[in-house]
Each structure stands twice: as C-alpha cells, then as structure tokens.
C-alpha cells in the first residue's frame, strides 16, 4: 500500500501551528525553511535612529485576504493565501512566495497580505478564483518602522505598536492610518533570529516629502 504525501495545505496548516513535523511537511510542499532567498519588498531607509526606520517604498502589488476579527493570529487567511499563490488562481500559475506578510491585527480594516513577486506584477498578477482574496496596489510613500525580534503575539505586537506611537510623538511625525505587522519568518525559526515589524504611513510632509 502506497504512502500518502501530506497535502500543501496540511503543511501549510502545520507551520502556523508549529511542530516537529512542520520540516519535513515544508520540504514537501516546496518552501524555503527560512527567508533567506525569497524575494523581499524593497525599500530605501530615509533616517534611522537605533531600532526605528524612516523609509521610502515604492508602490508594491499586494493580494489579500481578510483576517476573522477574534484570531489577531489568524492561519486560515495564510492558507488562502498559500492557496492563491500554490495555483489556485485564474491563470492556475504557481506564484514565488515573498516577504513580509502583511496583516493588520488590530485595525478597523484586518486583512492579511503577501507582496507580488516583481516579475508577476509586471507581467499582470492573475484574479484570485475566490472573492475574498483581492489584488490591489498599496501606492508608494513613506513609513516609519520599528524593528523587532522574538516572538509575535497579541502582546507583543501591542508592545511593539505602542513604542511606535510613543516615538512618533518624541519625533513630532503625523500618520496616515493604523499600524501594520510586517513578519518575514515562519513560527518553526527560532525566536531570536526572527525578524519582526510594526509600521505606519506618515502623512505628506514628512521631513519635507510629498507622498
């Protein structure tokens, strides 16, 4: 009788989860263990000062997909995603895996979501097959950073927010909006290499730029 291979959604399930399948599961469904060599939305820093970020992005291709409103941690819109991405598109084309993941945790409009490799996005990032999985464009501007490492959960993610505000108001810069999450490894790395980041559009006449 022949083995069953693990499905891409069961291993995508998995990494969200954890476990000591997760490696195995991952090598199987084609996906890098870490982030190194994935592509990564670019960017150029403006003014740094220790662990914050003044940077300029240009505008990036985003697909997204909303996140449930009672799961800050929310797995079923990565694996949408991964599912997007995986094929399950209208032109059925596999689409390279990208960092960050975006996700709005604790904003009036919670949604999650992977950058478009540059290649697709010149090349016309295909329509999801599902409605609530949408391309959009996240136009270019400047964003205000501040970078951490460790784990990500609620109350981490509230600490790393409120450090933010609180240097935005020792800075006397005005935002656009609510802060954003930025992670760029899967949950298997270990803490202290992760790379984690909470961010904000600032509003036009930021050290003297026009958005």
Not at 9 to 31: E, R, T
Not at 68 to 92: C, K, Q, W
Not at 185 to 197: H, V
Request: glycine share 8%; with cysteine.
């Amino acid at each position: 009788m022949k083995k069953q291979i693990p499905s891409i959604n069961m291993a995508v399930k998995l990494w969200i989860l954890g476990g000591s399948a997760v490696l195995a599961l991952m090598i199987l469904a084609g996906c890098k263990l870490t982030r190194i060599g994935y592509e990564s939305a670019g960017y150029q820093v403006v003014r740094q000062s220790g662990v914050f970020e003044i940077r300029d992005y240009p505008a990036l291709t985003l697909v997204s997909t909303p996140m449930a409103a009672t799961r800050p941690e929310d797995g079923d819109s990565f694996v949408r995603l991964f599912r997007y991405i995986g094929g399950a598109n209208e032109a059925d084309a596999k689409i390279a895996m990208t960092t960050p993941v975006f996700s709005d945790p604790s904003g009036t409009n919670r949604h999650m979501s992977f950058v478009v490799p540059q290649k697709t996005a010149a090349a016309g990032t295909p329509k999801a097959k599902r409605d609530d999985i949408t391309v959009q464009t996240r136009p270019a501007g400047r964003f205000a950073v501040y970078r951490f490492s460790g784990n990500w959960g609620t109350e981490r993610a509230a600490a790393a927010r409120q450090k933010l505000v609180e240097w935005l108001a020792a800075e006397k810069l005005q935002v656009i909006g609510e802060p954003q999450m930025a992670n760029y490894d899967p949950p298997f790395t270990p803490a202290f290499l992760r790379r984690n980041e909470v961010m904000v559009r600032l509003k036009e006449d930021a050290l003297g730029r026009k958005n």
